[in-house]
């Protein structure tokens, strides 16, 4: 079993559909990261979070330490979000675990 | 974010060449590097940590004398490939962390075809 996993592993919608991914984690994490990674292969980090929540812009992440469950949010989704978004936690090495990777595909 | 810059973008080479990647973080200084490698389809796996001035240490399976990475400045690392062979054939990126308790930001990449 994978230390983190994410679903759904592919997404499809159409521009302006609410879009959730999650993540699921199982081992202790000083914070979670959120990246996003384009059909080139360019890395972005979206966001570094270790409670709460977090926003920019029409993207929204939040995490529940107790459940070891993060969720991204996208909403009014548009073609240009298609992408593979991965999660990734920092364990107690300092060193990032990184999710499959789920890719969504945003049609007009 | 933090600018990275990684140099050069892509590259094909003929088997037993070798190849050196560069790193650079233009607008803060990186005392952590990080070096992945990513197969097609697949997640980052982490190859090497090196901090400013001190040698890298490398995970597990991962050759030191086949990737040569240097870090002897805040803003510049290099990743050599030395020997290179088609199953070295990759996506490497690198990834620069300026302390402990803030982001990690990530190099465009270089995608490297060994012939």
């Known amino acids: 079993k994978n230390e983190v996993e994410q679903s759904p592993q592919n997404l499809t919608a159409q521009e302006g559909e609410f879009i959730t991914i999650n993540c699921s984690y199982s081992?202790?994490?000083?914070?979670l990261h959120w990246l996003q990674q384009h059909p080139g292969g360019g890395i972005v980090s979206l966001f570094m979070?270790?409670?709460g929540k977090k926003k920019h812009g029409r993207l929204i992440a939040t995490i529940n330490i107790q459940e070891k469950h993060s969720s991204l949010h996208i909403t009014a989704s548009h073609p240009r979000d298609s992408a593979v978004y991965i999660c990734?936690?920092?364990?107690?090495?300092?060193?990032?675990?990184f999710g499959t990777g789920t890719r969504l595909q945003v049609f007009p | 974010g933090a600018v990275v810059s990684q140099h050069p973008s892509w590259v094909i080479c003929k088997s037993g060449t070798s190849v050196k990647i560069e790193c650079r973080s233009l607008?803060?200084?990186?005392?952590?590097m990080f070096w992945y490698r990513q197969f097609p389809k697949q997640s980052l796996m982490l190859m090497a940590t090196?901090?400013?001035?001190?040698?890298?240490?490398?995970e597990q399976g991962v050759e030191k004398d086949k990737f040569l990475i240097n870090h002897a400045s805040l803003t510049l690392s290099t990743l050599t490939v030395t020997s290179a062979h088609p199953e070295d054939s990759s996506f490497y990126i690198c990834s620069p962390r300026d302390s402990p308790y803030n982001e990690q930001f990530f190099g465009p990449g270089t995608r490297l075809t060994v012939l």
């Open positions: 979070l270790s409670s």
């Open positions: 607008d803060f200084q990186a005392t952590t």
């Open positions: 990734a936690v920092s364990d107690n090495t300092d060193k990032l675990i």
């Open positions: 081992v202790g994490i000083s914070a």
């Open positions: 090196s901090n400013e001035g001190s040698k890298a240490t490398y």
